[in-house]
């Protein structure tokens, strides 16, 4: 379940950072999973772009029976790496365990109609390409009016068609689907943003939403079937920051005087 190795190798910081991972390390190898999850999130939190740090929390949940918030680590792992297959084969895991094994919601069918070749890669790695096509559409612009190059402006098109699509990609990549995921055994979600209200329907732990704006201390958030609602940010751990929720970092819970405008 751990890969603490390639976590290790990574972690060449702070005193204190490499002081709370070998407590994680320790508390795992001993079984004390909650104390893992607690030091893993302080080294997540000082090193949110690591993805094998994620996947390490992760487990560690998984194994203390926090199933929603192991489920957002996993996502937030590869977010960061697609091709961090345990985390992927953990992920699976995780999600049989829960009531539902719901689906994670689609992007919209744009973005995977124009992004779709680019789902395997690292954010850093698009960039780059992304990069590289810029640098390399300038030079040919530049050697065009040097000397004479057969089809240059064909040249030019596609490499400038090939940028936009893979500029689009990197954005793309740096603002993912707002994910987030059921942390409670039943969260309910309602028409308007007050719990007097009827739930239209309930979500479960370890279920993906999509959170569509947020406002004060609630959420607005559809699910994979179209199913859509607020319910309580409290009660959702985003994948964007997971770390930050198990620190105590998310919003308050929801009263039950605020009404819908």
């Known amino acids: ?45 000082a090193r949110p772009g690591n993805a094998a740090v ?39 895991k995780v999600l049989e365990r829960t009531q539902r094994n719901l689906a994670r919601p689609l992007p919209a069918d744009w973005r995977q109609a124009l992004f779709f070749w680019a789902e395997g890669f690292r954010p850093a790695t698009v960039t780059g390409l992304a990069l590289f096509l810029w640098w390399a559409l300038l030079t040919l612009l530049t050697a065009a009016q040097i000397r004479r190059i057969p089809y240059w402006k064909t040249l030019s098109g596609v490499c400038a068609a090939l940028l936009a699509l893979t500029a689009g990609a990197a ?19 309602y028409f308007s943003r007050s719990t007097e209200d009827t739930p239209r329907f309930m979500l479960y732990e ?3 939403v999509v959170v569509e704006r947020t406002a004060q201390n609630w959420a607005l958030v559809s699910t ?8 309580a940010r409290s009660a959702i751990v985003p994948v964007d920051a997971p770390a930050a929720f198990l620190r105590g970092d998310s919003a308050p819970a929801a009263g039950t005087a605020e009404q819908a405008p």
């Not at 190795?5 to 999973?33: C, T, W």
């Not at 199933?67 to 937030?76: D, H, T």
């Not at 793309?172 to 979600?189: F, R, Y």
């Not at 994979?224 to 319910?231: F, I």
Request: contains cysteine; aromatic residues 8%.
């Open 206 to 208: 370890g279920d993906r």
């Open 171 to 189: 954005w793309s990549k740096a603002h993912p689907v707002p994910l987030a995921v059921a942390a409670e055994t039943e969260v309910p979600v």
């Open 54 to 92: 994620f996947y390490n929390l992760g487990n560690a949940l998984f194994q203390a029976g926090e199933l929603g918030e192991a489920v957002a680590c996993y996502e937030r792992a590869l977010r960061l790496d697609p091709d961090l297959e345990a985390a992927r084969i953990n992920l699976e």
């Open 1 to 45: 379940m751990m890969n603490l190795a390639a976590a290790a190798v990574m972690l060449f910081a702070a005193p204190g950072i490499l002081e709370d991972f070998s407590a994680a390390k320790d508390a795992y190898r001993q079984g004390n999973h909650a104390l893992a999850a607690e030091r893993f999130a302080a080294v997540a939190g």
């Open 224 to 231: 994979v079937g179209g199913e859509r609602g607020w319910l």
